[in-house]
Each structure stands twice: as C-alpha cells, then as structure tokens.
C-alpha cells in the first residue's frame, strides 16, 4: 500500500517534473517557441544562467537538461561549497571531456553568494566548454555576476507561476499517484487558501499542502482546518496586565469619539497609575494616523513632538505635553480613510498574487536589464505639464484598484477633489 509516509520523501521531490512537458509555468521560456527549450534541444552550446524566485523551476530543468544530455549531475550551493571544492569538480569534468567527450553537468546555486574574485574560477572551464554549467540565482545577475561570467553565458528569468499553473500542479499532488493518488479532498476555499499563500512558489505550495496533511490526515480538508495549521499565529496577551489594554483602549475610543473630557481622564488615570509614558506616546501617534490622518495633517506633528518631550525630558515635565496632544486629537476632525486603505492595501498584499513591479517602473542601470525591458515606457511626471502622466503605477493584477477614499472632513475635503483630478489624469481621462 501507497501511503501517507511512503519513504519520507518530501512531496515536492515525489512529484518534481521529470521531462519539460511536465514542467509547469515558464512558457516564455519552455512553450513550443521559448529560447530555453530552442537552445535545449538545438544542443546546449553556452552557460546558463537562470534567474527567479524560489520555487519557479530552477533546479528541475538543470536536471531534465542534465538528463537529456546524459550529464552527471552535479548539485551544489555557493553558500556552502568551497572554491577548492567546485575546482576540483570542474577538473573532473574536463578530464572527462577530454578522454570520452562526455561532460558533467554543474547546477551552482545561489552563485550571488560567491564574490566576483570567487567566481573567476569559473571562466577557463566555461571558455573551453568542458562542462555544462548552470548558476542559479535569486538576485539581480547585473549585480553580483562577473560581467566576464555574464558576457559568457545565457540569462533566461524565471517567473514566479500563476495562479493557473499553481491549479494544475495542486491538483496533480492531490491525483497523482507520486502524490496523495486522491486520497485527499480539498474544498474549493482550502485550494484557493494554499495558491494564495504560495504566492507562486510552487515548493511553497506543496509544502503548504504536506504540512496539513501531516497535521490533519487524509481525507477532506476545509479552510478553517487549514487556516490553524498554516494560519499566522494569534497574539496573546499576559491576562494579568487586562487592565492595562482596558484603560488604553478606553483612552483610545474617547479620543475617536472627540470627548475631551473622558480622553484627559483616561490619561491621567494612566500616568497616575505609573504606566510607561513613551508606550502611551506610541498610541498618540498611532490615534493620529489611524483616527484623523489627514482630515488633520498636523495632528500627527503634535502626536510625535510630544513623544518627543516624553524622551527629552520624561515625567512629570512630559505631562502637559501628552495632554496636549491627547486634547487636540480628540478636537480634531476624525476620518478612519487612511487606515482603510492602508488595510485594503495589505489586504491585497497579503491575500492576492505579489505580482512582479512593472517593467516601465523598474530603472534600467545596467545594460542587461535595459535588454530585459526595465523602464520601457516610462514617463517622466516632471517633464509634463500638469505633473501626472497618464501611466497607472500598480501591478497588473491590481489595475484600478483604489485604497484611499478621503472624507469631507476638514483638510480631507480638498483632498478628496484634488485626488479625482489625479485619477482621471492616471486613467487618461480628459475633462
């Protein structure tokens, strides 16, 4: 019988592609026009060097071209393996080369983490050609490789897989034999839950699904279950300090509700009780931003120049100034719009795809990442009348996605009229 434990080996090695038909995502690279697969059956003639996020396919394809060219396949990880090591491993192969014609294949992970003098061991082996070689990378090439290892070589970009591609391969581990051969069911909300939170690391994904099935057994598997295994950990708080959280919380909710009055009792109910100042200067500050923001722009200054008193010159100097703060605030016109959007934006941080930055945002410093399209299409904002180009600045996935969502309340009002002139122009509107 098959089985949950069957041999320990991890589910992303059970289920590892063995050939590029089952290699999912990358199909810029691997599709039936990719340069990657051209250069792959047209015979590997140059160096590889591959570039991504974790879990995009790196290895696997080393191996499948180690395999399709009958290679050794040797692994090894520039954080660990020394240069004497890889020296050594690079003379092998040529003694090889030179007496069979056969040649060993090297896979250098992580090879940022070797210096450019480090990586000079390198460059005879692969001018004579006699080993395959593939240094991976998770770093910008144009920044820690040798430009005499570059120049060599051939630079493909991995991608981190979609969503679609992350369906597929969930799947497959829940079908295929290699994986759980159906013997787990995941509810529609659990599968969507662990793509999410891959974030296209395929690796992630799999181990994500091991974990709960190692927690949870074989069988259905639902979102909550799923969310108590992989879920962030709870806060937790000492039970015997509850009346140091009631009181701050009171001293908050009266300065949201504008009483002045309950806001200064509050406080000194705190400060008489010999709670830390400089731990009620943070929640000032945190007030500013989370309750007024900019509907008060300066409510926020008043909240940090009295965190400031509290350091320079402590209790019971600092008193006055935290009243200070705590009586404007709670004069204050209030608005929330700036915690709502920030907490919209983390949403989509943490819950959708972290695409990559657009190309038209990221600066071309090196020639390399020009070729690769950095800064194609950018408009200088400075360089246009009105100072806003037509030229929407988030990922794709998020076009037109709006956060902030200003009130009429005091400087908000402004805000809010200036902030739709400013979207129409981004969209490429015209009054």
């Given amino acids: 019988m098959g089985g949950l434990w069957e041999g320990r080996v991890p589910l992303a090695e059970r289920l590892r592609p063995r050939d590029l038909s089952e290699v999912l995502g990358q199909e810029h690279l691997l599709g039936e026009h990719g340069p990657l697969r051209a250069l792959i059956e047209g015979g590997l003639s140059v160096p590889l060097i591959f570039w991504g996020p974790p879990g995009t396919g790196k290895t696997t394809v080393g191996r499948i071209i180690a395999q399709r060219f009958g290679a050794k396949f040797i692994q090894k990880s520039a954080a660990l393996a020394a240069v004497a090591e890889v020296r050594e491993i690079l003379e092998s192969s040529r003694e090889l080369w030179q007496r069979t014609g056969n040649r060993d294949l090297l896979f250098l992970d992580e090879i940022h983490r070797w210096n450019r003098a480090q990586q000079d061991v390198l460059l005879p082996f692969l001018e004579e050609g006699s080993i395959y070689f593939i240094g991976a990378t998770t770093e910008n090439p144009s920044f820690v490789l040798r430009s005499a ?86 806060l937790h708080y000492d039970r015997a300090g509850e009346e140091h959280y009631n009181l701050i919380s009171a001293l908050h909710k009266s300065v949201r509700n504008s009483d002045v009055d309950a806001a200064l009792y509050w406080l000194v109910r705190m400060l008489e009780a010999g709670e830390d100042p400089r731990y009620i200067a943070r929640r000032v500050i945190r007030m500013a931003s989370e309750d007024i923001g900019l509907a008060d722009p300066w409510a926020l200054v008043h909240a940090v120049t009295a965190a400031q008193a509290v350091e320079y010159v402590g209790l019971p100097e600092a008193e006055l100034a935290l009243a200070q703060a705590v009586v404007y605030l709670a004069l204050a016109p209030k608005s929330n719009a700036l915690y709502r959007a920030y907490s919209a934006a983390r949403h989509d941080v943490l819950e959708t795809e972290n695409a990559p930055v657009p190309l038209h945002l990221r600066n071309p410093v090196t020639k390399t990442m020009e070729e690769l399209g950095y800064g194609r299409g950018y408009q200088y904002a400075h360089d246009l009348p009105e100072g806003i180009a037509p030229m929407p600045c988030l990922p794709e996935n998020l076009h037109g996605r709006e956060y902030f969502h200003p009130t009429e309340r005091g400087w908000e009002g402004k805000i809010r009229e200036r902030l739709a002139e400013i979207r129409a122009k981004i969209r490429g509107e015209t009054a």
């Fill in 149 to 234: 290892l570059l120049s060599r070589a051939q630079l493909f970009v991995f991608e981190p897989l979609s969503p679609q591609a992350l369906r597929v391969l969930l799947h497959r581990a829940v079908e295929d034999p290699r994986g759980y051969g159906g013997r787990v069911v995941l509810t529609p909300e659990a599968a969507e839950f662990l793509i999410r939170r891959a974030d296209g690391d395929a690796r992630r994904l799999l181990t994500g699904l091991e974990t709960a099935v190692e927690a949870l057994g074989e069988g259905e598997i639902d979102l909550p279950r799923l969310r108590q295994v992989l879920g962030r950990k709870a």
